[in-house]
C-alpha cells in the first residue's frame, strides 16, 4: 500500500477471494462491543459471529457489507484480513459505490 492514509483489506473464504481493496475502516461487533479498524490500529485478533462486517471509505460510506455465522478478522501493519469458512448469512452482497 502507497504511504497513504488507509488499509488494506481482503476477505476470503475457504473456497476463494471475496473482496480485496484499499479502505478506510472496517467496524464490526464482537462479544465484546462494536469495534473500528481505522489506520495505524494496534495489532488486532477477534471472532465475529452472526454480525455485520463493515468495509468503509474516508467518508464512511460503505464499500461492502458481509455477514458471516463466524468470521476471523485480523489486522496487522494497516492490512486486515477477514477470514470465514462458513456461509454468508445474506447472500446479497452489499452493492459497492462504483457500480
Known sequence: MKEKEGIYVRVASSEKVLWEGEAFAVSS???????????????FLTIVEDQPIKISNQKRQVLQEFRFKQAVIYNQENRVAIYTLGERVNDQPHKPLNE
Not at 461487533?29 to 495489532?43: E, M, R, V, Y
Open 29 to 43: 461487533k464482537n462479544s465484546q462491543g462494536k469495534f473500528d479498524i481505522l489506520p495505524h490500529h494496534t495489532n
